[in-house]
């Protein structure tokens, strides 16, 4: 990590942050460009901007060419698209942020020339993007905007009062593809390929080459590349016949990836994802024979038992982050929990037979649209009530990791008591 900052903090870029110097960069960008909101100025209302990550490739200053490597944020007032992989050149000036994984926030002026597209895997993967974001445009409605957002984690549909929506129900979890996602398209995937092919290592194979294609389709954010390695771990146990260990392959996905980019480290979604794993890893059993002691369904009791230890461990880091606890976040995830594979495994077989057969995707998006509606129901009425407010940071992390203790040691006290 420090290796990481030292070379963000002395750079060719350094000097030029916030000095007003006009330079032009030729960048590849490598991330979707994303239109943000307008946002409120004194007398006026700034037009909404595009941003996206950039990897600089050269920087021309004054009349010097440098040759470089580093991550910046573009901001720009075109309405930029282009695919991750895309080479471009433009003008601007450098400004400090406060982001930390890039050098600095360089904003455009003048034009964008793209100089080439992304690679013919790129263009592939974001042409079935853009196929299936269309068909579910048809779909219509805020049921037609999200299915999208769970399959392939592209959120561009859907309504920033959405958005807000399912952030305050607990359910925002849901539109980033996370280890769940890949969990539920290996596993159908490993179940209809044992009627055609016989050898399990096969099947595995072409499973793992199905996901290696899933990691193109929803980009490699934070929590798909957590669950890439863990899956990838436990697939190669399985073909060699190894007993192995969900938790162990989680460390070793973290480790991994900590050591490949420590900027992980600080993110809050890797974080959650993390958390929200280890705690269905550690907790779902526990908490499923705790419930079935009053709940008599053991399948209702193990769907609950899944949304509270994920929710239990995450809660800390969400007080810490964003101050806040949505009270209604166990009832609105048991309530979307059963909706969410028939969603992801449909809409991921829409999504690949998209590009052509756009009638037959269509009918595919159609039938999970009801399904869709369950979520969006609930997160539109469950977003009505309040959330509890609490302090950010390490003192409201603290607070939530107290209560946390406290509820372990008053579920322990009888046992205890007895021994």
Not at 174 to 179: E, F, I, K, P, Y
Not at 210 to 220: D, E, K, Q, T
């Amino acid at each position: 990590m420090a290796i990481h900052q030292r070379a963000l903090a002395s750079n060719i870029v350094a000097p030029l942050l916030n000095k007003k110097v006009s330079v032009q960069i030729v960048a590849s960008i490598t991330s979707d460009p994303k239109l943000g909101e307008p946002k409120q100025m004194v007398g006026y209302l700034a037009p909404a901007r595009t941003t996206a990550l950039i990897s600089i490739i050269s920087i021309k200053i004054g009349k010097v060419t440098y040759k470089t490597h580093l991550p910046l944020r573009l901001t720009t007032a075109e309405h930029l698209q282009a695919l991750p992989g895309s080479v471009i050149s433009c003008a601007g000036i450098i400004y400090s942020t406060p982001e930390k994984r890039v050098a600095g926030l360089f904003a455009e002026h003048g034009a964008i020339t793209k100089i080439h597209g992304a690679k013919r895997i790129g263009r592939a993967a974001g042409a079935i993007r853009a196929d299936f974001r269309a068909i579910s445009q048809r779909v219509g409605g805020p049921s037609g905007a999200l299915i999208p957002g769970l399959v392939l984690g592209d959120t561009s549909l859907e309504s920033h009062a959405f958005v807000n929506d399912m952030l305050l129900a607990g359910l925002t979890h849901l539109t980033a593809v996370s280890g769940e996602n890949f969990a539920i398209i290996a596993a159908f995937v490993l179940w209809a390929l044992q009627w055609v092919v016989p050898n399990l290592k096969a099947r595995l194979f072409i499973c793992a080459l199905v996901l290696v294609g899933f990691i193109f389709l929803v980009r490699p954010s934070p929590s798909v590349l957590r669950a890439t390695v863990m899956v990838s771990v436990l697939l190669i146990a399985k073909g060699r016949g190894v007993r192995s260990s969900a938790l162990a392959a989680l460390g070793l996905a973290i480790a991994l990836l900590i050591l490949i980019d420590p900027f992980e480290a600080t993110d809050p979604g890797f974080a959650l994802s993390v958390a929200a794993t280890g705690g269905i890893l550690l907790l779902c059993d526990p908490v499923s024979d705790w419930l079935q002691r009053f709940i008599r369904h053991k399948r209702i009791a193990e769907l609950l038992a899944i949304s509270i230890a994920a929710n239990l461990i995450c809660t800390p880091l969400t007080i810490a982050i964003s101050g806040q606890v949505s009270l209604m976040s166990l009832p609105s995830n048991f309530f979307v929990e059963p909706v969410v594979a028939p969603i992801t495994i449909v809409g991921f077989i829409a999504a690949l037979v998209a590009p052509f057969a756009p009638g037959f995707a269509y009918l595919l998006a159609l039938m999970v649209k009801p399904f869709a509606a369950v979520i969006v129901w609930v997160a539109t009425n469950f977003a009505k009530v309040p959330v509890l407010h609490l302090s950010k940071g390490f003192a409201g992390g603290a607070i939530g990791t107290l209560v946390l203790v406290c509820g372990w040691i008053a579920l322990r006290w009888r046992s205890w008591g007895s021994l």
